[in-house]
């Protein structure tokens, strides 16, 4: 059974400060995403990474894909009250006719004015 | 260039009554997954419908079943409701083969079963 956590679970930080959520599992994926979710709504898809190592940048957000497509972290600099929501990673395996994406259990990040 | 859609927005039944949730995937896409979310948790997949279909399953029992029309839109139904089914269920629309993985997802119907 493949399983993603995160951590931290909850992060409550001021405007202007940076943070890091990691997304760790034992399994090896074949890609893994990210997903900011906002209440009332479905998750939206920021960024998927397929290399091992490969980092990607989103203004303010970089995302890296662990050497060997296990982990992944999250980094948002200079943190804004618009990135207030649950961040969600999911790892997508597929195997000839198994195709799965398995979702992380979230970070919830509040930025306080 | 209308998204993933979803009907209704929120529903409240009965234990032991059966749901129907509807979704209209977004343009071009012609694989939908439905997923089940609990508050504060992240999404656990349910099935997937490619073709009329269902392609793949995650851990649900039958009570969970599907069914995907020649438009591609698909609907999701629950037989018999439990308490435990009370739920976010999230519809999510992709192009079928190589980048299936790639998921829009839509606002999702609210379950409460009282």
């Known amino acids: 059974t493949q399983l993603l956590e995160q951590s931290p679970q909850f992060l409550s930080i001021q405007e202007g400060e940076n943070l890091t959520v990691y997304c760790n599992s034992s399994s090896v994926f074949s890609s893994l995403q990210w997903y900011r979710q906002e209440p009332g709504e479905g998750p939206v898809l920021l960024v998927t990474v397929v290399t091992g190592g490969e980092v990607k940048k989103l203004k303010r957000l970089t995302f890296q894909f662990g050497d060997a497509r296990k982990d992944s972290s999250l980094h948002i600099t200079a943190a804004q009250p618009g990135d207030t929501g649950l961040y969600l990673c999911a790892g997508a395996y597929y195997g000839g006719a198994t195709n799965k994406l398995i979702f992380g259990t979230g970070t919830l990040l509040a930025v306080q004015p | 260039d209308a998204g993933v859609t979803q009907s209704p927005t929120h529903l409240i039944k009965t234990r032991g009554q059966q749901v129907t949730l509807r979704c209209s995937p977004k343009s071009g896409h012609d694989t939908v997954s439905w997923y089940q979310q609990a508050l504060g948790q992240g999404p656990q997949f349910i099935f997937q419908y490619y073709e009329e279909e269902e392609r793949q399953r995650g851990n649900f029992p039958d009570r969970f079943s599907g069914h995907q029309f020649p438009n591609y839109s698909s609907e999701l139904n629950v037989n018999a409701l439990l308490l435990g089914d009370s739920a976010l269920y999230l519809c999510?629309?992709?192009?079928?083969?190589?980048?299936?993985?790639?998921?829009?997802f839509g606002p999702g119907t609210r379950l409460t079963v009282t």
């Open positions: 999510a629309s992709s192009l079928g083969g190589g980048r299936w993985y790639e998921q829009y």
